[in-house]
């Protein structure tokens, strides 16, 4: 990890293969990559392709309270066992009902099934017990989304999990690694701004270029 590195990324493919090059190095056994769409998936390809690893997603979706939709009490994330993180604490606080969590959450199970099949049809998800599983985005501001994503993945019991972003700032990374075994991070600016300053092109990543991406990853790995 690079500490205070300050420069740009070419676009997300250098990005990708930037971090591939730390994770070749790294003992990966029976890897599986997990991107979170839509931003994180052209950097996982690149990984996913210098492994020959599997690559697929991991969707998470936050649970926001009934009269201000900002504000997360919850969060779902898909997988193979779907995972469901609640904030007790704050739901208890506000007097959110069960009533309400438990549409919420149903709510959002759709959302996801719904983006799932968009971009991967009725390809199963990948199995990932027993797997080193290496969860990919195209950077980290306060890691919220991302937590929740290791968070579901640890829920499905791999044998290690992998953290690999190309930039993030410290704090977050220092958080994160209570959620992975082991985090992979080119640069962490000790001033950091918006994500998409550390890259020359940060164009949209649209929804046909993920199911492009997932398609070509599908041809050339097996799971």
């Not at 839509?38 to 950097?43: D, L, T």
């Not at 066992?81 to 549409?103: H, T, V």
Request: charged content about 30%; aromatic content about 6%; overall charge neutral.
């Amino acid at each position: 990890m690079e500490r205070g590195a300050l420069g740009f990324f070419v676009d997300r493919k250098d990005a990708g293969q930037r971090l591939a090059k730390l994770l070749v190095d790294y003992d990966v056994r029976h890897p599986v990559v997990l991107a979170l769409p839509r931003g994180g998936v052209p950097v996982a390809f690149e990984i996913a392709k210098a492994l020959s690893a599997p690559l697929d997603l991991v969707l998470v979706r936050k649970i926001g309270a009934p009269w201000q939709p900002e504000l997360a009490i919850g969060a779902v994330a898909d997988g193979p066992r779907p995972f469901k993180f609640l904030n007790r604490d704050l739901i208890d606080e506000i007097g959110i009902s069960d009533k309400f969590l438990k549409a919420a959450i149903a709510e959002k199970l759709r959302e996801i099934e719904k983006r799932r099949r968009l971009y991967l049809g009725d390809k199963p998800q990948v199995e990932l017990a027993g797997r080193c599983v290496i969860v990919v985005d195209d950077g980290i501001a306060t890691g919220a989304t991302v937590r929740v994503a290791l968070k579901a993945v640890r829920d499905n019991r791999p044998e290690e999990v992998v953290l690999a972003v190309p930039l993030a700032p410290m704090d977050s990374i220092e958080k994160l690694q209570k959620n992975a075994d082991v985090v992979h991070c080119v640069i962490t600016p000790e001033l950091f701004g918006a994500i998409s300053i550390y890259y020359r092109d940060f164009r949209q990543v649209s929804d046909e270029e993920v199911v492009a991406y997932l398609k070509a990853a599908a041809n050339r790995f097996s799971q």
